[in-house]
């Protein structure tokens, strides 16, 4: 296949899955951004105001950028985990298997449909989030790419989830087990400083924690960790996974028979 | 000349242990309207499988029109187009999307791809049907829709697994109508069926598999010339009380407006007729007992059958 007729192919993917989740943007857009005032006006607004600061920031303005990511990082995932989970269990997927495309053409088109999804969410609730606060970006550079980087991890992450996945239930293991606690325990609502030197240390472990600290660095300009070493194992993660993925989709994984 | 279609000691074992193939080889040439016919379980869809690449072989060659699918493996699918058994498309998703995507999965640039589907969804008379979610068409129309966009990349070779099962007869014939079209304006068509009529009426070249071997690989003519005994019903004008003699054939009384005659290979029906004319009676209509492919099929895959149970004895 010629670059050209697989960029065609990549754009063929990409369109088809933005076209699916602004056609259902009730189930897929509307939810996070309710889910994102809710908190913005509970923890933000009611409970902020008590808190006062958190490292020194107005608590609205810490939150922020943690709930952009939170939201950012969920809707990257899930879309390509239902979207691709979806396709294999309508057996619609054979529909590319069948076709020349390469093997990383399907996987970066449906991760950039995850990360267009993910995106998405994030300037909307980012809009939701000037109703309450004023937003102000410290490093542009560091912003961008970081929820770039961030989307697109999810997204592969989502990608394996529904390689493995048989039923609709294996593509909610994941989220609920796993990536809710390790967000809810990333430094979205809290500073880790506030934690005991035990548990500053098991958190050092949660990738999700150095994302956050690495966007909010983006955002308000300080930091808890060393933003390099998070945009460096940001990076080599993302690597990992997507030669991960791609090493699945090579060999059929539970796709060919 | 180079096959459309090459396989060569094609094995397929399953991860469970199950042995689908056991080492079939084919050529089928470009232009051929090819039949692949066998009883449930015998590797029909896993050879499909295997050429469309969403089944993993575990050994042999596969060429499309010279090119190895394993190292050529996207000029190969270039020229492939193929209709599964299951429908396989998001019953979500409109007619027409489903067709355009298929040609960006082939590369065509979008204002071709849309030319295209045009073409052959009018053709498959779904063209009104385009803006329609594909959960909302009939069994007929989802596979009409599986045939158009097979062909929207234009492909060389068109794989059809069972593409009429549970079509009506009237939509049958009209399928079978287009299919013959577009062999005749140069597509290799392969089909596979269990309507034995189907591939009679369609197909030049014939090969049948059972238990994963191919038993039979000839041209349709050669096929139905292994038939010795065909069996025909007449039906006649005047009430018959025993069914007529005619020497040297086997009549039956079916009832009292009918009876049955079988001719050997090589007997004629005149002499039938002359017999019946004779004896004063009229006939008003005849036709063929059984479809004749579907007794040669079913006489070798039973004895297929018989010489496996007779070795495992």
Not at chain 2, 85 to 98: A, P, T, W, Y
Not at chain 2, 132 to 161: F, N, Q, W, Y
Not at chain 2, 272 to 300: C, I, P, W, Y
């Amino acid at each position: 296949m010629q670059f050209n007729q697989q960029m065609v192919a990549l754009a063929t993917i990409v369109r088809k899955e933005i076209k699916r989740f602004t056609r259902i943007w009730v189930q897929t857009l509307l939810p996070p951004v309710i889910t994102m005032s809710l908190y913005f006006v509970i923890f933000g607004k009611l409970i902020g105001d008590r808190i006062g600061t958190m490292d020194g920031i107005a608590y609205m303005q810490f939150v922020v950028p943690g709930l952009i990511m939170m939201a950012v990082l969920t809707n990257s995932y899930s879309n390509v985990s239902s979207s691709f989970f979806s396709a294999k269990f309508q057996r619609s997927i054979e529909e590319i298997l069948v076709s020349p495309t390469p093997n990383v053409i399907i996987l970066l088109g449906y991760c950039a449909g995850g990360m267009a999804r993910g995106l998405c969410v994030g300037v909307l609730v980012t809009l939701l989030a000037l109703f309450f606060t004023d937003i102000h970006v410290h490093n542009w550079w560091v912003t961008v790419s970081v929820v770039i980087m961030t989307s697109l991890f999810f997204a592969l992450a989502g990608f394996i989830n529904a390689i493995y996945a048989n039923t609709f239930d294996d593509i909610s293991i994941v989220p609920t087990f796993i990536l809710t606690p390790l967000t809810y325990l990333g430094g979205v609502f809290y500073s880790v400083s506030l934690l005991p030197d035990f548990w500053r240390w098991v958190s050092q472990l949660n990738p999700i924690l150095h994302m956050v600290g690495a966007f909010r660095y983006g955002m308000l300009g300080t930091s808890e960790g060393n933003i390099w070493l998070a945009f460096l194992g940001l990076f080599l993660a993302t690597l990992a996974l997507f030669f991960i993925s791609l090493h699945l989709l090579k060999h059929g994984k539970r796709l060919r028979a | 000349m180079t096959p459309a279609l090459s396989i060569k000691n094609l094995h397929k074992v399953y991860a469970n242990g199950l042995v689908a193939l056991k080492g079939i080889s084919l050529d089928v040439q470009a232009g051929d309207f090819f039949a692949v016919l066998g009883p449930n379980g015998a590797g029909k869809s896993t050879t499909i499988g295997i050429i469309s690449s969403l089944v993993r072989k575990t050994d042999g060659q596969i060429t499309v029109f010279g090119k190895d699918i394993d190292t050529h493996f996207s000029e190969a699918k270039q020229e492939l187009g193929i209709v599964p058994q299951e429908f396989n498309f998001s019953m979500f998703e409109k007619v027409l999307d489903i067709v355009l995507q298929q040609g960006g999965y082939y590369g065509l640039p979008r204002a071709k791809a849309l030319t295209q589907a045009e073409k052959y969804l009018r053709q498959l008379g779904l063209w009104d049907k385009r803006d329609t979610p594909a959960r909302m068409l009939s069994g007929g129309m989802k596979r009409r829709l599986m045939i158009a966009r097979a062909l929207v990349h234009e492909p060389r070779i068109l794989i059809l697994d069972e593409p009429t099962a549970g079509v009506d007869i009237e939509l049958r014939r009209s399928m079978w109508e287009f299919l013959r079209t577009i062999n005749a304006e140069g597509t290799t068509i392969i089909l596979t069926t269990h309507y034995l009529e189907e591939a009679e009426s369609l197909c030049r070249h014939v090969a049948i598999i059972d238990q994963g071997e191919i038993v039979q690989n000839t041209t349709m003519k050669q096929l139905l010339k292994r038939l010795t005994k065909e069996v025909f019903i007449c039906d006649v004008a005047d009430d018959l009380g025993a069914a007529p003699t005619v020497e040297g054939y086997a009549t039956h009384l079916i009832d009292e407006h009918s009876f049955e005659v079988e001719v050997e290979k090589g007997q004629s029906l005149n002499r039938v007729f002359s017999a019946l004319d004779q004896a004063g009676v009229t006939v008003v209509s005849m036709r063929n007992k059984a479809n004749r492919l579907e007794v040669l099929f079913v006489s070798m895959v039973s004895s297929q059958t018989s010489g496996e149970k007779a070795r495992a004895v």
